[in-house]
C-alpha cells in the first residue's frame, strides 16, 4: 500500500513539476520586481529630499516669492530666480507694461 501512494505520488510531481517550477519562478520574479520598485521608490524619494527647494547653481534654500501674480523661486544666497515649467509662458502672456514690472521688480529698479 505504501508503495503504490509513493508512486502515485511521484507520478503526479512528474505530471506538475513544470507547473509548479513556473509558478515558483513567477512568484519569485514578482518579489523582486516589487522589492526592486522600493528600492527605486526610496532611492527617487532620497534624491528628492537632497534636491528638493534647493538652489541648482549653489545649493542653497529657494524661496516661492509671488511676483505680478506669478510663483518664482528664488535663492536667498546667490539670488537667483527660478520658474517653474509653465511659469514662463504666464509671464509672455502678460501685457508689455505687466512684462516690464515684472523684470523690473525681478532685477531690483
Not at 521608490?41 to 506669478?70: N, T, W, Y
Request: hydrophobic share 30%.
Amino acid at each position: 500500500m505504501e508503495e503504490t501512494d509513493r508512486r502515485r505520488e511521484d507520478d503526479w510531481f512528474r505530471e506538475n513539476e513544470e507547473k509548479l517550477l513556473e509558478e515558483a519562478r513567477i512568484a519569485r520574479e514578482k518579489r523582486e520586481q516589487q522589492r526592486a520598485d522600493l528600492e527605486e521608490a526610496g532611492e527617487r524619494q532620497r534624491l528628492k529630499d537632497l534636491h528638493f527647494m534647493k538652489c541648482p547653481k549653489c545649493g542653497h534654500d529657494l524661496v516661492e516669492e509671488s511676483l505680478l501674480g506669478i510663483t518664482v523661486d528664488r535663492c536667498g544666497f546667490c539670488e537667483g530666480i527660478f520658474l517653474d515649467p509653465g511659469e514662463l509662458d504666464q509671464l509672455f502672456l502678460k501685457k508689455d507694461d505687466e512684462r516690464r514690472g515684472f523684470l523690473r521688480r525681478v532685477l531690483g529698479f
